[in-house]
């Protein structure tokens, strides 16, 4: 699991299409000082074991108000 509080911005020239997953969950987190957004990230049915948690993504306010911008930015 990783908590993002800040992004730097680099551009990716060579990219190449990833694979897709088979689910993504957006859970609205609270820790009663703090709140999230986390991103958890489910493998393919494909894998050894399917549908097994990958990644876990949280960001904070600060960090989630910034990727919102970038995305309207960008796209």
Do not use: W
Request: proline share 3%; with cysteine.
């Amino acid at each position: 699991m990783a908590t993002v509080r800040k992004f730097e911005v680099e551009r990716l020239d060579n990219a190449r299409p990833h694979d897709e997953v088979e689910l993504a969950v957006v859970r609205l987190v609270d820790c009663g000082r703090e709140k999230f957004i986390q991103i958890d990230t489910y493998g393919r049915e494909t894998r050894e074991v399917p549908r097994k948690l990958s990644q876990t993504t949280r960001l904070d306010k600060a960090a989630f108000e910034k990727l919102v911008e970038l995305g309207k930015q960008h796209f």
